[in-house]
């Protein structure tokens, strides 16, 4: 038995192996289902109803899975063009942090609809900066760029914590270490009334049909290609590499700051260290999930909030640990993977 | 046929509707050097994998010493004593020559691994075959040829009497293959039976006591190597006369590109010293020399891929400096890349894109790419270069060598080019695809292009080249002009003969 590169991959293959690799990691937790005890059909019903079942749950879905589009964009486009950002975490609470200290500080006062754009602006750019650092070391000394990305995670959540406990920390809060809350003024409008649902949603819908036709359309989006494809052959071909890489780490970077920012302003008004529960790294399987594709990450991002937020309305009625959510998000990543290999390659004997 | 190691007995295989093999039959005797001659396509690589036991064949068997080997097996083809040596190495290069060679034929159960016992047979493997390699070097210091000798020597260490090699000089210098060859013609006098798989006509001459020429999946002839010759061979390979076109007499026109005292430091070595040459409309100037000893900095710098260090370089009569890949594309160089699928075609990338590429300013506008511009480019190319095997939106990766090369060509001819790069040209394509890049070359120098031709088949550059200089070690000969040139003369300007003070010829 040995494997074979595809020739021609059809369009039907290609939609299918997501579809079939979530039919897959649900039928794999099942087992783990049954093993807690609990009649496997029952409990995806009950993770349906959790996610759909009110108007409550149905928004709640909805809100999680707007950073997680951000954050599926950004790991997305990197990959793309091989470029290995595993820091959305960081640049998500360094969006997040530079919002809040923006908002509380600097732009106090102004109008909602300034405000509000410059406030998106500046969490992009923090997590653009917090980008740029490791592609300037890979660029300029060959560092690693999976290793410092992923490290300074650890460092921009102690550098937000050391913040939060400091010149950022709210009085108000009764000693909680939270930062000062974004203004009024900050406030993302919501999409629904009486729900938490913002237009952040909106902003990652629109950010997806972009970065897709970017990349499909743009001279840039096909030289980013080329780079991630084969580096040796874009540069024969004149690709400047080191400044396309440049602007794909600011829209990879841009996007995860982005969601921190939403995130921020539309959800929780403030910061804590635990505003994110991994948006920065479930957006890297909501990637790989959508095999790269961005219009793709919308519905990876759907996929994996219906899962964390059903998987907690099946745990309160059933009695199982909603880490069944993480196991199945986990290992519809690990199906994923296994079901693009063989979109690319088939088994002859 | 007692003493045959081997006998392959009617096989036939058939993938889809392509018949890979169509009732082949050929024997290996002991002790006998046998070549299997054909090109991409032709069979070679489905017979030898059924031979090992990864396919299962439709009809037909194999023998070994007179026994059948039961198909589909790998690991009774090993037992058998079949050994491979891939034309990709399949070796660890952190490990050691030792550790590689072991790799693979100790139970995992065991604790303890028999170093001593597996370095003393290595060695006597190593001086009963003349085969000198350190066993406890890393085997990612050692060079290609090197690596070479420890698959060879893996697969004598697992006992192989009958040994295969798949395209083994794809990978060598011309040096390299030649001590190759004495290698091989070394152990077939100690009775190891040998199949050498090419399609390079040159090195089964060289190389083989007889030679199978596969065509279509097709047995079409077998030959002693004492009595044929290449042109027979070509002949029965492709199926039809080909003969590589030669040019004709013209006269060059004006220069073009005058390089003079150019010198290039790459990662503190200096890979080119102080070259001078010049290279006018309508010729084509060859720069032979064995590989490594700097065409590949030459042709980058001519690229717009490595800046210079030293020196001066005018182009159309006006002295630039360093040159941008746009720039050179825009100033009429058309650029052939000595590695085709690394650096001249993105494989995963369609026809189309791989087309435009290097001109996206002008296929594109506001930043927005101009597809259905870029398909018509594409399109033009495919036509006019017949480019085999794909549409314009289909992946490179999909084409044959020869089409990919076809393409690369056409995307800088169809510009009709000032100036042609192109290094080593027609390197690992088969007879018929040489011979149309040979006739594309050609044709751009009867238009008035001037060509660089880096190459290191002798037999190219003097069909070919009005000019023909010689690099070694980062230095470049003066030029002797093609008449006064032959195998002789080059091969000493190859080996770094020339006198600096008396040129060789008055050329120019």
Same mark, same amino acid.
């Given at each position: 038995?040995?494997?074979?590169?595809?020739?021609?991959?059809?369009?039907?293959?290609?939609?299918?192996?997501?579809?079939?690799?979530?039919?897959?990691?649900?039928?794999?937790?099942?087992?783990?289902?049954?093993?807690?005890?609990?009649?496997?059909?029952?409990?995806?019903?009950?993770?349906?109803?959790?996610?759909?079942?009110?108007?409550?749950?149905?928004?709640?879905?909805?809100?999680?899975?707007?950073?997680?589009?951000?954050?599926?964009?950004?790991?997305?486009?990197?990959?793309?063009?091989?470029?290995?950002?595993?820091?959305?975490?960081?640049?998500?609470?360094?969006?997040?942090?530079?919002?809040?200290?923006?908002?509380?500080?600097?732009?106090?006062?102004?109008?909602?609809?300034?405000?509000?754009?410059?406030?998106?602006?500046?969490?992009?750019?923090?997590?653009?900066?917090?980008?740029?650092?490791?592609?300037?070391?890979?660029?300029?000394?060959?560092?690693?760029?999976?290793?410092?990305?992923?490290?300074?995670?650890?460092?921009?959540?102690?550098?937000?914590?050391?913040?939060?406990?400091?010149?950022?920390?709210?009085?108000?809060?009764?000693?909680?270490?939270?930062?000062?809350?974004?203004?009024?003024?900050?406030?993302?409008?919501?999409?629904?009334?009486?729900?938490?649902?913002?237009?952040?949603?909106?902003?990652?819908?629109?950010?997806?049909?972009?970065?897709?036709?970017?990349?499909?359309?743009?001279?840039?989006?096909?030289?980013?290609?080329?780079?991630?494809?084969?580096?040796?052959?874009?540069?024969?071909?004149?690709?400047?590499?080191?400044?396309?890489?440049?602007?794909?780490?600011?829209?990879?970077?841009?996007?995860?700051?982005?969601?921190?920012?939403?995130?921020?302003?539309?959800?929780?008004?403030?910061?804590?260290?635990?505003?994110?529960?991994?948006?920065?790294?479930?957006?890297?399987?909501?990637?790989?999930?959508?095999?790269?594709?961005?219009?793709?990450?919308?519905?990876?991002?759907?996929?994996?909030?219906?899962?964390?937020?059903?998987?907690?309305?099946?745990?309160?009625?059933?009695?199982?640990?909603?880490?069944?959510?993480?196991?199945?998000?986990?290992?519809?990543?690990?199906?994923?993977?296994?079901?693009?290999?063989?979109?690319?390659?088939?088994?002859?004997? | 046929?007692?003493?045959?190691?081997?006998?392959?007995?009617?096989?036939?295989?058939?993938?889809?509707?392509?018949?890979?093999?169509?009732?082949?039959?050929?024997?290996?005797?002991?002790?006998?050097?046998?070549?299997?001659?054909?090109?991409?396509?032709?069979?070679?690589?489905?017979?030898?994998?059924?031979?090992?036991?990864?396919?299962?064949?439709?009809?037909?068997?194999?023998?070994?010493?007179?026994?059948?080997?039961?198909?589909?097996?790998?690991?009774?083809?090993?037992?058998?004593?079949?050994?491979?040596?891939?034309?990709?190495?399949?070796?660890?290069?952190?490990?050691?020559?030792?550790?590689?060679?072991?790799?693979?034929?100790?139970?995992?159960?065991?604790?303890?691994?028999?170093?001593?016992?597996?370095? +003393?047979?290595? +060695?006597?493997?190593?001086?009963?075959?003349?085969?000198?390699?350190?066993?406890?070097?890393?085997?990612?210091?050692?060079?290609?040829?090197?690596?070479?000798?420890?698959?060879?020597?893996?697969?004598?260490?697992?006992?192989?009497?009958?040994?295969?090699?798949?395209?083994?000089?794809?990978?060598?210098?011309?040096?390299?293959?030649?001590?190759?060859?004495?290698?091989?013609?070394?152990?077939?006098?100690?009775?190891?039976?040998?199949?050498?798989?090419?399609?390079?006509?040159?090195?089964?001459?060289?190389?083989?006591?007889?030679?199978?020429?596969?065509?279509?999946?097709?047995?079409?002839?077998?030959?002693?190597?004492?009595?044929?010759?290449?042109?027979?061979?070509?002949?029965?390979?492709?199926?039809?006369?080909?003969?590589?076109?030669?040019?004709?007499?013209?006269?060059?026109?004006?220069?073009?590109?005058?390089?003079?005292?150019?010198?290039?430091?790459?990662?503190?070595?200096?890979?080119?010293?102080?070259?001078?040459?010049?290279?006018?409309?309508?010729?084509?100037?060859?720069?032979?020399?064995?590989?490594?000893?700097?065409?590949?900095?030459?042709?980058?710098?001519?690229?717009?891929?490595?800046?210079?260090?030293?020196?001066?370089?005018?182009?159309?009569?006006?002295?630039?400096?360093?040159?941008?890949?746009?720039?050179?594309?825009?100033?009429?160089?058309?650029?052939?890349?000595?590695?085709?699928?690394?650096?001249?075609?993105?494989?995963?990338?369609?026809?189309?894109?791989?087309?435009?590429?290097?001109?996206?300013?002008?296929?594109?506008?506001?930043?927005?790419?101009?597809?259905?511009?870029?398909?018509?480019?594409?399109?033009?190319?495919?036509?006019?270069?017949?480019?085999?095997?794909?549409?314009?939106?289909?992946?490179?990766?999909?084409?044959?060598?020869?089409?990919? +090369?076809?393409?690369?060509?056409?995307?800088?001819?169809?510009?009709?080019?000032?100036?042609?790069?192109?290094?080593?040209?027609?390197?690992?394509?088969?007879?018929?695809?040489?011979?149309?890049?040979?006739?594309?070359?050609? +044709?751009?120098?009867?238009?008035?292009?001037?060509?660089?031709?880096?190459?290191?088949?002798?037999?190219?550059?003097?069909?070919?080249?009005d000019r023909i200089q010689a690099i070694v070690n980062g230095r470049l000969s003066p030029p002797v002009s093609a008449q006064e040139a032959d195998a002789t003369k080059l091969g000493l300007m190859m080996a770094g003969e020339w006198n600096?003070?008396?040129?060789?010829?008055?050329?120019?």
């Amino acid at each position: 038995m040995r494997f074979e590169r595809r020739e021609h991959r059809s369009v039907a293959l290609v939609i299918a192996t997501p579809v079939l690799a979530v039919l897959c990691a649900l039928a794999l937790a099942g087992i783990l289902i049954a093993i807690a005890g609990a009649p496997v059909m029952e409990a995806y019903w009950r993770i349906l109803v959790g996610a759909f079942g009110s108007r409550l749950s149905a928004t709640e879905t909805l809100t999680r899975a707007s950073p997680l589009i951000l954050t599926g964009l950004a790991a997305a486009v990197a990959f793309r063009a091989r470029l290995w950002n595993i820091g959305g975490e960081g640049q998500f609470y360094l969006g997040a942090i530079s919002v809040a200290a923006a908002s509380s500080q600097l732009l106090a006062g102004l109008p909602s609809a300034v405000q509000i754009p410059l406030l998106l602006a500046v969490g992009a750019a923090a997590g653009i900066v917090l980008l740029l650092v490791p592609l300037w070391l890979r660029l300029s000394f060959s560092v690693d760029e999976v290793v410092t990305t992923l490290l300074l995670n650890f460092v921009a959540l102690l550098f937000v914590s050391m913040l939060i406990d400091g010149v950022l920390k709210d009085p108000m809060a009764f000693g909680w270490p939270q930062s000062q809350p974004v203004a009024d003024d900050a406030v993302l409008p919501k999409l629904l009334a009486r729900s938490r649902l913002h237009i952040g949603l909106g902003i990652g819908f629109v950010l997806a049909v972009a970065v897709h036709l970017v990349q499909s359309r743009t001279v840039f989006g096909m030289q980013s290609r080329a780079a991630g494809l084969n580096p040796a052959g874009a540069v024969f071909a004149g690709v400047p590499l080191g400044r396309t890489l440049v602007k794909v780490a600011c829209i990879s970077g841009g996007l995860a700051g982005l969601a921190g920012a939403i995130e921020v302003m539309g959800v929780q008004g403030y910061v804590t260290t635990d505003l994110s529960p991994g948006y920065g790294y479930s957006g890297i399987v909501v990637a790989m999930l959508a095999n790269l594709n961005p219009l793709g990450v919308v519905l990876a991002a759907l996929f994996t909030a219906v899962m964390f937020v059903g998987a907690d309305g099946m745990s309160r009625s059933m009695g199982i640990p909603t880490y069944i959510a993480d196991v199945t998000v986990s290992l519809s990543l690990i199906s994923m993977l296994v079901g693009v290999f063989f979109t690319q390659y088939r088994i002859r004997r | 046929m007692i003493n045959a190691a081997l006998d392959i007995c009617g096989i036939s295989k058939l993938f889809g509707n392509n018949l890979a093999n169509d009732d082949i039959s050929l024997s290996l005797g002991k002790g006998e050097i046998v070549a299997l001659l054909g090109e991409n396509g032709a069979g070679k690589t489905t017979l030898m994998n059924i031979l090992f036991g990864h396919y299962v064949p439709d009809s037909g068997k194999v023998l070994i010493e007179g026994r059948e080997l039961p198909p589909g097996k790998p690991r009774a083809a090993i037992r058998a004593g079949i050994g491979m040596v891939h034309q990709h190495f399949s070796l660890a290069p952190n490990l050691t020559v030792l550790e590689n060679v072991m790799a693979g034929t100790e139970s995992l159960w065991r604790l303890r691994s028999g170093t001593d016992a597996a370095r +003393q047979k290595l +060695q006597g493997i190593c001086s009963r075959f003349g085969l000198t390699v350190d066993p406890h070097a890393r085997l990612g210091d050692l060079s290609v040829g090197e690596q070479q000798r420890v698959e060879i020597l893996k697969a004598l260490y697992n006992d192989a009497r009958i040994l295969v090699l798949d395209e083994p000089t794809a990978v060598l210098t011309n040096l390299e293959s030649e001590r190759l060859f004495s290698t091989l013609k070394y152990m077939a006098r100690e009775g190891l039976s040998l199949i050498f798989i090419s399609h390079k006509l040159d090195e089964v001459m060289a190389a083989a006591d007889r030679i199978v020429v596969l065509r279509g999946g097709r047995k079409v002839a077998e030959r002693l190597a004492s009595k044929t010759n290449k042109a027979e061979l070509a002949e029965l390979m492709v199926g039809r006369k080909v003969a590589r076109p030669v040019r004709e007499p013209s006269t060059p026109r004006e220069v073009v590109l005058e390089v003079a005292g150019v010198s290039v430091i790459i990662d503190g070595v200096e890979r080119l010293k102080s070259i001078d040459f010049t290279l006018r409309a309508g010729e084509v100037l060859g720069i032979i020399g064995v590989s490594g000893n700097g065409q590949t900095t030459l042709a980058h710098l001519l690229s717009g891929t490595v800046s210079r260090d030293k020196g001066v370089v005018v182009l159309f009569g006006e002295p630039i400096g360093d040159l941008s890949v746009e720039g050179a594309v825009l100033a009429g160089i058309g650029r052939v890349p000595e590695d085709r699928n690394n650096e001249g075609a993105i494989g995963e990338m369609a026809i189309w894109e791989n087309a435009i590429l290097e001109r996206l300013p002008r296929f594109s506008r506001h930043g927005l790419v101009d597809r259905s511009a870029g398909q018509a480019f594409a399109r033009m190319i495919i036509d006019a270069f017949d480019v085999r095997g794909g549409k314009p939106t289909t992946r490179t990766r999909l084409l044959s060598g020869g089409n990919m +090369q076809k393409l690369i060509l056409g995307r800088n001819l169809i510009e009709r080019p000032r100036i042609l790069i192109a290094a080593q040209p027609a390197r690992g394509l088969d007879e018929g695809a040489v011979a149309a890049v040979h006739e594309r070359l050609l +044709q751009a120098r009867r238009e008035g292009t001037a060509v660089l031709l880096i190459s290191e088949d002798l037999d190219e550059v003097m069909a070919l080249a009005d000019r023909i200089q010689a690099i070694v070690n980062g230095r470049l000969s003066p030029p002797v002009s093609a008449q006064e040139a032959d195998a002789t003369k080059l091969g000493l300007m190859m080996a770094g003969e020339w006198n600096e003070e008396h040129e060789i010829s008055d050329a120019l």
